[in-house]
């Protein structure tokens, strides 16, 4: 038994796996899943899916391919696409507020 799977690699390229993959992808959409996501197989169902499905080993090799996590199905590994998407520009020093701590100088009373 020699059987081999057709799988996405981290390039973006097909290459025949001994194992198969573990998780499901759309070529087109760039979005990657489980392979029992509930929306993956509604669109199976419905026909036209098939032909731009992809399957990766890990889903480091499906975002080094470019492709992001399912919102359905892996909504934690979208939160955290989602939030570095959107944390890009957000690289601001905090630490500047504890520059102004407490140089606080009493101010002298001017006796003449
Ligand atoms: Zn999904």
Known sequence: ??????LDGPDGKQYASAVPGTLGGHRRNRIYGRLDCPAALRAIARGG????RVFFSTSEDAR?????P??????????TWKAQQDGV???RPV?????????????PQ???
Not at 1 to 6: I, N, Q, V
Not at 97 to 107: A, E, K, V
């Open 89 to 91: 520009s957000e690289t």
């Open 49 to 52: 899916y098939v032909t731009n």
């Open 110 to 112: 001017n006796h003449g």
């Open 70 to 79: 399912c919102a359905v199905c892996l909504p934690g590994a979208y939160t």
């Open 64 to 68: 080094a391919a470019g492709y992001r």
């Open 95 to 107: 630490r500047d507020s504890l520059r102004q701590l407490s140089t606080r100088r009493r101010h």
């Open 1 to 6: 038994m020699s059987k081999t799977w057709k």
